[in-house]
């Protein structure tokens, strides 16, 4: 079978560790070997959170540089600043609404001009679609549902070997009743906006 290498990377709190969850459950309905690893940065204090997840056949979940089939990033300049994992061949999906660093709030840092941060990624990879996650996730009903508005961009651009059906079965069992119709709601206008995206 063959192997596709996933990185996804968010800010402490947007929900990483949920997407990559719906995800294996996804490749675990669909049939399909599924290995994952996270490396937490300071994820309670807004820090980097990355998930590496390898579908298909493969003996380990590293994701060296330059190795990455798919970018899916909750935030454009840790999408941004993980492009060296990506190569030319490289589909990257990414969130276009903001969350800067405190050292940004207090003066300390600058944050990239998000049209400069598509431009470099399109420029690199194979293809780009840049959407913004966090308008559509309010109006599915919670800005906590960005991952899942991700995930439907993600499965939209394809790439994952398995259906979007076995996708939103993942989502029924690893999210809690309260919000699995946001979820759901939140996943179609993700998969919507990716269909209609071009870069």
Known sequence: METTRLIIVA????????????????ALISGVPVRMSEIHGMAQRGGVVESAIV????TSSIISDGEADILMGFEPAETLRALNRCSKN???????????PFTVS??????????????????KCASLVAIDAMKLAKEAGSPMSVNIVLLGALVQSGGLGFTKENV??????RTKKAFLDMNLNAFEMGYEAAKNYSS
Do not use: M
Request: proline letters at 4%; aromatic letters at 4%.
């Open 11 to 26: 800010v402490g709190g947007q929900g990483n560790l949920l997407a990559s969850k719906v995800l294996g459950e996804a």
């Open 55 to 58: 579908f298909g056949d493969a």
């Open 90 to 100: 490289t589909k990257v999906i990414t969130n276009t609404a903001t969350l800067p």
């Open 106 to 123: 207090i003066g300390k840092g600058v944050y990239p001009d998000v049209e400069n941060v598509k431009n470099l990624l399109k420029e």
């Open 168 to 173: 939103i079965e993942a989502i029924k069992r």
